[in-house]
């Protein structure tokens, strides 16, 4: 038999902890309640020994929403300039990225990446098209301990400067030729490689999955 991989395994307890919330949410039978509390005790361990993310902080990821749970969406700003495409450094790891992060409550999909543009790269920004609906698992080494889908969205620059943000500490604009040192943990050179295949490529069909 096979042995299955730390993502069969990681995709199971994942599984696991979204039984258990969704049950927690509606369940009132005090014995059902505390088995769901035992399986969401569980899948928590579980993912902290394939992930190594310590306990306390994956209880803080998956323990504080109840409901029915659904995959976190991010968003992606893709712009090019004269040929070259659009990278901010993060503070965080002091590597770069496409502007963008979690796509914010009470905003759309649009609204979310116009305003990470302005924060973290100084440019005001109108919308072009969507590019991908691409999940972040699947092109990934090392899988995050929950399910998130990136939408990457081609943009144009309308006014402002490049101005870092809190977040950042640079901005400029890079050719396929000469990428910098990328946050892999945010964007990948796959899809850097993608999203220049796009501008070469008007016709190109967006990407899923």
């Given at each position: 038999m096979d042995k299955e991989l730390p993502t069969d395994w990681l995709n199971i307890a994942k599984r696991i902890n979204s039984i258990a919330i969704t049950?927690?949410?509606?369940?009132?039978d005090q014995y059902d309640i505390e088995r769901y509390n035992e399986l969401l005790d569980?899948?928590?361990?579980?993912?902290?020994?394939?992930?190594?993310?310590?306990?306390?902080?994956?209880?803080?990821?998956f323990n504080r929403e109840l409901g029915y749970q659904t995959p976190k969406i991010g968003v992606r700003a893709v712009i090019f300039l004269k040929g070259k495409l659009l990278f901010v450094r993060e503070k965080m790891d002091g590597k770069w990225t496409l502007p963008g992060g979690f796509a914010d409550m009470g905003l759309?999909?649009?609204?979310?990446?116009?305003?990470?543009v302005l924060e973290e790269a100084g440019f005001e920004v109108e919308i072009i098209r969507i590019l991908g609906i691409i999940d972040y698992n699947k092109?990934?080494?090392r899988p995050f301990?929950?399910?998130?889908?990136?939408?990457?969205?081609?943009?144009?620059?309308?006014g402002g400067e490049a101005i870092p943000g809190?977040?950042?500490?640079e901005v400029g604009f890079f050719g396929e030729d000469n990428l910098p040192e990328l946050s892999v943990k945010?964007?990948?050179?796959?899809?850097?490689?993608?999203?220049?295949?796009?501008r070469n490529n008007?016709?190109?069909?967006?990407?899923?999955?």
């Open positions: 049950g927690l949410t509606y369940c009132r569980l899948s928590i361990h579980v993912i902290n020994k394939i992930t190594d993310i310590k306990t306390d902080k994956l209880e803080f990821i759309t999909p649009s609204q979310s990446v116009i305003r990470e092109h990934q080494a301990p929950f399910d998130i889908y990136n939408l990457f969205i081609e943009c144009r620059i309308t809190p977040e950042t500490s945010r964007v990948t050179l796959q899809q850097i490689k993608m999203m220049f295949e796009f008007k016709q190109k069909q967006p990407l899923l999955d």
